[in-house]
């Protein structure tokens, strides 16, 4: 099973709480999108496992568990990566994200090759 972390908050910066405030939109849709993803997945058959970051946006930690990684919108700029590579990174857009539209999702993590 490959493990897909999905990520909703920027990377904590000095001066800012580490606390977690739900996402950079403010809409609380983070679970919902896990919920359906992988629901969704589990129809196709899929390897992969969609899950909650848990580490407030620690790369170091995600990087250790993802085989890919699902930015809501909004972190393209906000969120490290360091040297985790690029093209395991998803960003979704502000209209897929909010409409929870899956397919171009899906469709990116099963062309990651493991």
Wanted: aromatic content about 10%; proline content about 4%.
């Amino acid at each position: 099973m490959s493990t897909a972390i999905v990520v909703y908050q920027s990377t904590p910066m000095f001066g800012k709480s580490t606390l977690p405030d739900g996402n950079i939109l403010g809409t609380f849709k983070q679970n919902k999108l896990v919920t359906k993803l992988n629901q969704s997945l589990e129809k196709r058959n899929s390897h992969w496992i969609a899950v909650l970051d848990d580490s407030i946006a620690d790369i170091d930690v995600i990087a250790q568990e993802a085989d890919a990684i699902i930015c809501v919108p909004g972190l393209q700029k906000q969120f490290e990566l360091k040297d985790y590579p690029k093209e395991k990174v998803f960003y979704f857009d502000s209209l897929s994200y909010h409409d929870l539209a899956l397919d171009k999702v899906i469709d990116f993590l099963e062309s990651i090759q493991q």
